[in-house]
């Protein structure tokens, strides 16, 4: 039994594997993989509400409260971005963002799993200490961020409204609008292999086959 109720915990992680190797297979596309990945990140809060239910003691009730905010805290997601479909572009345009500069940049997946995942959250973890420059810091993400998204839109659908100098992200530094600086480190280095250009790429020899005649 408990074998079985391990499995049922673990399955949604392994469907939402099984669904990315799919969907880079090309067997699905990424609208199609959207909704099941949705639905095992609501699976997977399973493993944590059957821990806190198995929990005893004077803090159980606080472990409950945990796994019942993971739980929520998914639905919540499903319901803005999912019902509406316009809001379901802004993690689908994210994703093929990041798997496009994945696909140029092989160590990008392994840089972006560090700063998201470790890096990001002992920051805010440390910033949580001291409240007012937690929000100070915050809120200045927040604004670099709404600031690209609005100057990146309106450079892509009304250009000509903006000043000659906001039109392209040229005027910034190469190292804070490419990666190829940090890509030129990286793969000089040896530790990850830098794509191979379309002329680059070996070519495949044809061989002409002839069929004769009945």
Same mark, same amino acid.
């Given at each position: 039994?408990?074998?079985?109720?391990?499995?049922?915990?673990?399955?949604?992680?392994?469907?939402?594997?099984?669904?990315?190797?799919?969907?880079?297979?090309?067997?699905?596309?990424?609208?199609?993989?959207?909704?099941?990945?949705? &639905?095992?990140?609501?699976?997977?809060?399973?493993?944590?509400? +059957?821990?806190?239910?198995?929990?005893?003691?004077?803090?159980?009730?606080?472990?409950?409260?945990?796994?019942?905010?993971?739980?929520?805290?998914?639905?919540? &997601?499903?319901?803005?971005?999912?019902?509406?479909?316009?809001?379901?572009?802004?993690?689908?345009?994210?994703?093929?963002?990041?798997?496009?500069?994945?696909?140029?940049?092989?160590?990008?997946?392994?840089?972006?799993? +560090? $700063?998201?995942? $470790?890096?990001?959250?002992?920051?805010?973890?440390?910033?949580?200490?001291?409240?007012? +420059?937690?929000?100070?810091? +915050?809120?200045?993400?927040?604004?670099?961020?709404?600031?690209?998204?609005?100057?990146?839109?309106?450079?892509?659908?009304?250009?000509?409204?903006?000043?000659?100098?906001?039109?392209?992200?040229?005027?910034?530094?190469?190292?804070?609008?490419?990666?190829?600086?940090?890509?030129?480190?990286?793969?000089?280095?040896?530790?990850?292999?830098?794509?191979?250009?379309?002329?680059?790429?070996?070519?495949?020899?044809?061989?002409?086959?002839?069929?004769?005649?009945?």
């Amino acid at each position: 039994h408990f074998r079985m109720a391990e499995l049922g915990c673990f399955a949604s992680t392994r469907s939402s594997g099984i669904n990315a190797e799919y969907g880079g297979m090309g067997v699905i596309s990424i609208d199609r993989m959207f909704p099941l990945t949705l &639905g095992s990140n609501i699976g997977t809060t399973a493993t944590a509400i +059957l821990a806190a239910l198995a929990a005893t003691g004077d803090h159980r009730s606080l472990t409950i409260q945990v796994a019942v905010s993971h739980l929520m805290f998914n639905i919540f &997601g499903i319901i803005v971005f999912y019902p509406i479909p316009w809001m379901r572009q802004i993690p689908l345009s994210m994703a093929k963002c990041l798997g496009n500069t994945t696909a140029n940049y092989r160590w990008f997946a392994v840089v972006y799993l +560090l $700063l998201m995942f $470790l890096v990001l959250p002992l920051t805010l973890i440390a910033l949580s200490f001291n409240v007012y +420059l937690f929000y100070v810091v +915050l809120s200045l993400i927040i604004l670099v961020i709404l600031t690209v998204v609005i100057v990146t839109t309106l450079q892509r659908h009304i250009p000509h409204r903006l000043p000659a100098w906001l039109r392209t992200w040229k005027f910034l530094p190469r190292p804070l609008r490419s990666l190829d600086p940090y890509d030129r480190i990286i793969t000089g280095c040896g530790c990850f292999e830098k794509k191979a250009a379309p002329e680059e790429l070996p070519a495949i020899p044809l061989r002409t086959v002839t069929v004769a005649p009945k």
